[in-house]
Each structure stands twice: as structure tokens, then as C-alpha cells.
């Protein structure tokens, strides 16, 4: 969506990388960076004493600072600064700075320094830069960063970056992320203004800190020993949980040319505005509509087709240029050239829809779950466009999951044209009760996109097996998937030729069961999205039951495992966040050797945590044990004060995994 990343789930995450882990190395200068030599304020930093951290981090922030000036005509130019200093071998990675630049955001400067702990001084330079594009699916675009490789970037010694960037004046706000995975001794905020200008500021997971007056209509935020935000498995968006400080700003007279939204609202209407004509039906969309819905009357069929045209017959490509960062290309243009990336595929699919006489409307998203904040309204915040599609509220669309009844627009269908394994009526994970603005002709609002249930992404295993004399366990499995459960498994299969699909299957079955080899395996459904997939294979495991005198023990439970361990290391700082609901069950037969009699089994277990549940049923006649559990995840977010009730289910789901029956051998 916007010029930073790009809108594929694959390239944004590439992008978003690449940016988290190299501008952590960005920043400020009022004066010196166009000067040779170490600056002062490097050396400065570097004079800072070090505490000792009891989580003994890689590197500290020493400092972190941004300064933003508006000139009257609405120009915003940026000076940033950050210094670290590395204290371990994990840390060498922040001697890599790199700063990300276009038409819009063009880099006026750029260097870096380090000084050793011997006190040796070395300086890189702009023109030392590597130049490169965070997309690789990107046909063509303006979209860049500059990275530097700064020397001596080794434990014990200082690295610091400064740069100054001029910014896009069409967005008068900026956001400060004050807080890094690792500690901030100083971070600073500076923010000067034209005297008939105003600002209003938003702060998120720390408290409003007041700034000091630093002249006329200049203002200054500092803030001291800010504590880490470390990446934990399965934890929040890590800008959901971390600080950061939303600025707004424009003219007291509110003529002021750009933009500084008070609501979203306002800026959904922005946004109607940017993109009015977008999706104009021309003649060529409207034969290409008649030629893919044909006789079709009825509205599902339409939107079946249309939608399938979009989401696999025009093929996704990051368009980074300028403001295209925001603004789709015409609906004709994208149907001419048979590419786009989101935001001209959601255009084109709305024209096309338009065409059949059905609406829709924009959504713009970010794919990182609770990263918008409902508090401060920013088109800096998106980087990804779907379509809500308004349909009947008789509309007879199988499994339409992703549907919601909205009080002003009615029944809305939420599809992303992007993702082409995720079917019409289902929504990707990261979407999955995230905020959307939904954006009308004229202005728009703020909605939760629904979650699918978890009855409706399953992992269903059907496992008929048999135990011989020897110990040895074969027999065959039938998986059955829906929801991203299908998707994960559709996109392995995509990424191998036909003849490395048995290794895919390998993968699978070492995972479930161990030391089993496998003998036989195909797969339904491949490449219809609308259905559930099925995976059939058969397997071969010696040894699998194990024999103590005269005493055979083997795991009832076959299929794989469904506790964890995440739970068990230091204690948990962030809450745990799944990525989405889902109901996975195994229905294991195993015929038993009719010479020998089963002795124990385990018990039947049921356990209900409201988040999140787990049963089994154990069961035993005419020497075939019967083993059928059922594993749900109802919520997607489970809060620190309930994380020990999740530890307590993942040990009772371990136990039961662990538990054996007995065979007593005559």
C-alpha cells in the first residue's frame, strides 16, 4: 500500500524486515553531518555509562534522536540519529545502516561513523553506499534503501548513522517509535513548526510525557532508560505492544495544503478523493466482464468468477512509485497489462464488479494484527488494500465465512484478490480480526473484519492402523484441511515440481510419527481453493511399540503433538496471540496382535479453558484400540494474567500424549 512496503504477504514481510532490522541504525543531525570526522554528538553518545542488564542484550541504544522541521509552504525535512554501542557478538548486526528513500522521500545526506574502545575513529560515507529495492517482486518503482557497512562494528565499540531525509508533504504527521528490541539510554523527539502552525500528539503503550519549550513554536521530547521490547514467540505485532508517538500537524487556518487527519472519517474521504476515476468502466473491462460472467444470473456466480479472474489471472507486482504508493493505477490499465499489486487488483476487481452491478468498497488495511491505532488516525499506518463487496442479504454463497452485517452498507463479503490460495468467503490469518478502513465514495469507517470460526478451519486425521507382533506399526492416514490449514499445505505443494511432492509427504509423516517411512501418498484438490484439500499416505514404522520383558508400550496417541513447550522458558513478558482459530482432530484405529491382551491404556481426558479446549476418548473392543481427541483454539489473543492456564493445558495435552498403553505379551 504505501511506498515502504510492499502488498503481498510475502514481500511485505520481506520489506518489513529489512526495514526493522536495518533503520534500527537510522537517525538525527541539526548540524555535522555535513561535515567530515567523527561529529560531537557520536562522541557524546559514546561517553554514556552502560548499566548492567539483567537480560544481557547485544547492543544498547545510546541515543535516538529525530528532529522534524515544517517549513511554512508545508515541506517537512527529517534529521535523524542513532548511536549503539555493541555489547556482544550478537550485536555486530548494528554496523549495518541503511535508509529507505523515493520521489517523495528523498535522502539529502547520509553517513556513518564508529569509535573503538580503543578510541580509533572511522567514517563511511554516501557514495560508499550500496543501493537496492526491498521488493523483489517490484517490476518497476522509485522505492530504494542506501545501506552502509560500517567497520570495526565489534563488542565494546560505538557505531552511530545520521541522515536527513526530505519528506512526503501530503501527510503533515509522523510517527515517533521511541522504544527498540533492545534498551534506549536517550531518545529524543524535536519538533519546530511555523508560528501560525499547531500540533496535537498521540501516545501509545507509554504515558503523554509533556515536551519542553525550545524556542517559538519549537518543542522538545526526551525520554530516558526506556526498557527493551524483545520478540517472543507467537507474541502481539510487535508495534501493538511497543511505545510510539503520533504527531499531527497543520495550519491554525485549516486551508493548509496536505493533509492532518482528525478522523478516519476524514481521512477515508482523503482517500475517495485520491482514488476517484480509479475504476471508470471502459469498454474493454466491460467485454471482459460479459466474457467471464456470460449467462450467469445470479450474484454469486458473478462475484465467483470475477473474483477468481482477479485473484489468479492477473498477477501480483509491487508498484512502488511516488504517491502510486497510495494511488492504484486505472482499472483499464491494469487489465491491460495483466499485473498490479493490491491496491490495482482490488481497483480492478471493484470495476469489474461494478460492471455486473454489484458495489464495493475499499478496505485499507495493515497486515500485522492491531497495528492501527484507533486513536490516531494516519494513512501512515496502512500497507495493504482488499475489497468489501456488498451483497444480497439472499446471496447463496457457499462457505462465505468472511461476511458481515453492516448497519449502513449492509451485508459486506471481505476479500483479498492478493492472496491466491485463500478462497472467496474465507480471509488469510493476518487478516482475521484485524482493523480495516472501509472506504465509501465519499468517506468511510473503521470495522473489525470478522474471525472464522474454528469449526470452519479444520485439520481432521482419520488413521487406520495396525500393531504387529514385532512391534512394528503400519496402516494408512486421511487428512482432510480447510481454512489456512489447506492454504499452508497448497502453497508446499506449489513451491516443488510433481516429482519432489513425496518429499513434502516425508515431511509431513517425520513430523507425526517417528522413525516412520513412507510407502504411498497422493493428494485431492490440489488446486481447487474452494474445497478442502485431502492428503492420503501410508506409512511403515518399526520398533514403534517397545518391548520391556515381556511388555509391549507404545503411545496411543500416534498423530503428532498439540502441546508445547512455549511456555516453559524464562517468564513471559508480552501475551500470546494465535495466528488464527482452528479444530484439529485424529481418529486413530490400531489393531492390536489378537495373541496378546492389553493390560492399560490411558485415560479419557477432557479439559475446557474457555480460550482454548482439548478431549480425548480412549476406547478398547475385539483387540482394536480406538483413540479419538479433539484439540480447539476459540480466541486469538490470551492475556498474561491467563498465560499459566495456558501452560496448564499444554503440560495435560502433553501428558496425554505421552501416556502409553501396555501390552502384555503371552
Not at 321 to 337: D, K, M, R, W
Request: hydrophobic share 40%; proline share 6%; with cysteine.
Amino acid at each position: 500500500m504505501t511506498p515502504r512496503t510492499s502488498c503481498s504477504r510475502r514481500s511485505k514481510r520481506r520489506g518489513s524486515e529489512l526495514f526493522r532490522h536495518l533503520a534500527p541504525v537510522l537517525f538525527l543531525a541539526l548540524t555535522g553531518g555535513a561535515f567530515g570526522g567523527t561529529p560531537q554528538w557520536l562522541k557524546q553518545a559514546a561517553q554514556m555509562s552502560v548499566p548492567e542488564y539483567a537480560d544481557a542484550p547485544d547492543a544498547v541504544v545510546l541515543l535516538d534522536e529525530r528532529v522534524t522541521t515544517v517549513s511554512p509552504s508545508g515541506e517537512i525535512r527529517t534529521v535523524f540519529r542513532k548511536a549503539y554501542k555493541i555489547l556482544r557478538p550478537g550485536g555486530t548486526g548494528k554496523g549495518v545502516a541503511a535508509v529507505y528513500f523515493d520521489n517523495e522521500t528523498q535522502l539529502t545526506y547520509f553517513k556513518a561513523w564508529s569509535i573503538t574502545a580503543s578510541n580509533q575513529e572511522f567514517e563511511v560515507k554516501e557514495g560508499e553506499a550500496v543501493e537496492t529495492s526491498p521488493f523483489a517482486e517490484a517490476l518497476y518503482g522509485d522505492t530504494h534503501y542506501k545501506v552502509l557497512q560500517i567497520p570495526a562494528a565489534q563488542p565494546g565499540n560505538i557505531v552511530g548513522y545520521e541522515y536527513q531525509q526530505k519528506q512526503r508533504p501530503f501527510v503533515l504527521q509522523s510517527v515517533w517509535s521511541f522504544q527498540d528490541d533492545i534498551p534506549v539510554r536517550l531518545a529524543r523527539f524535536t519538533l519546530e513548526l511555523p508560528s501560525t502552525w499547531k500540533y496535537s500528539a498521540y501516545w501509545r503503550n507509554h504515558a503523554p510525557v509533556s515536551p519542553q519549550p525550545a524556542g517559538e513554536n519549537r518543542w522538545v521530547w526526551e525520554l530516558a532508560n526506556i526498557d527493551a521490547v524483545p520478540s517472543e514467540a507467537q507474541m502481539p505485532s510487535w508495534r501493538s505492544v511497543a511505545g510510539l508517538m503520533g504527531l499531527s500537524f497543520a495550519k491554525k487556518d485549516p486551508e493548509q495544503k496536505g493533509q492532518s487527519f482528525g478522523s478516519w472519517q476524514q481521512l477515508a474521504g482523503w482517500y475517495a478523493q485520491l482514488t476517484s476515476g480509479r475504476r471508470d468502466v471502459t469498454p474493454a473491462i466491460r467485454e471482459k466482464v460479459h466474457e467471464l460472467v456470460g449467462n450467469a444470473s445470479l450474484p454469486e456466480a458473478k462475484v465467483a468468477r470475477l473474483a477468481s479472474y482477479v485473484q489468479h489471472g492477473i498477477r501480483y507486482v509491487a508498484i512502488e512509485i511516488g504517491i502510486g504508493g497510495y494511488v492504484p493505477h486505472a482499472a483499464q490499465e491494469v487489465l491491460a497489462s495483466g499485473y498490479g499489486d493490491c491496491k490495482d487488483k482490488a481497483t480492478l476487481l471493484s470495476a469489474m464488479l461494478k460492471e455486473a452491478g454489484i458495489d464495493s468498497y475499499y478496505v485499507l488495511m495493515n497486515v500485522d494484527r492491531d497495528y492501527l491505532t484507533r486513536d490516531f488516525p494516519s494513512m501512515l499506518e496502512f500497507n495493504h488494500v482488499i475489497l468489501a463487496i456488498r451483497i444480497p442479504a439472499d446471496l447463496k454463497l457457499q462457505d462465505a465465512y468472511a461476511v458481515v452485517d453492516d448497519p449502513h452498507l449492509g451485508r459486506l463479503l471481505y476479500f483479498d484478490p492478493t492472496d491466491n490460495v485463500t478462497p472467496l468467503g474465507y480471509l488469510p490469518p493476518y487478516l482475521q480480526s484485524n482493523d480495516g478502513l472501509v472506504v465509501t465514495d465519499t468517506a468511510g469507517e473503521l470495522v473489525k473484519l470478522p474471525l472464522i470460526p474454528s469449526a470452519c478451519n479444520r485439520l481432521l486425521r482419520v488413521a487406520k492402523l495396525t500393531l504387529d507382533n514385532t512391534g512394528t506399526l503400519k496402516g494408512e492416514v486421511e487428512e482432510l484441511r480447510s481454512g489456512p490449514s489447506a492454504t499452508a499445505v497448497r502453497r508446499r505443494f506449489a513451491a516443488v515440481v510433481n516429482k519432489d511432492r513425496q518429499k513434502i509427504f516425508q515431511d509431513i509423516l517425520s513430523e507425526l510419527v517417528d522413525g516412520a517411512s513412507l510407502t504411498k501418498a497422493s493428494v485431492s484438490d490440489l488446486n481447487d481453493a474452494s474445497v478442502p484439500i485431502t492428503l492420503k499416505y501410508e506409512f511403515n514404522a518399526p520398533g514403534y511399540a517397545q518391548r520391556l520383558g515381556n511388555l509391549f508400550l507404545f503411545r496411543s496417541c500416534v498423530l503428532g503433538r498439540k502441546g508445547s513447550n512455549l511456555l516453559e522458558a524464562k517468564p513471559r513478558k508480552q501475551p500470546v496471540q494465535f495466528s488464527h482459530a482452528v479444530m484439529e482432530g485424529d481418529v486413530v484405529t490400531i489393531e492390536l496382535p489378537p495373541e496378546f491382551k492389553l493390560e492399560e491404556m490411558p485415560q479419557s481426558v477432557k479439559y475446557d479453558y474457555g480460550f482454548a479446549a482439548y478431549k480425548n476418548e480412549t476406547a478398547v473392543a475385539e483387540h482394536t484400540l480406538k483413540y479419538n481427541r479433539i484439540y480447539e483454539v476459540r480466541n486469538l489473543d490470551i492475556p498474561i494474567e491467563r498465560l499459566e492456564e495456558l501452560k496448564q493445558l499444554y503440560r495435560q495435552i502433553a501428558d496425554d500424549e505421552g501416556a502409553l498403553s501396555i501390552l502384555k505379551v503371552p
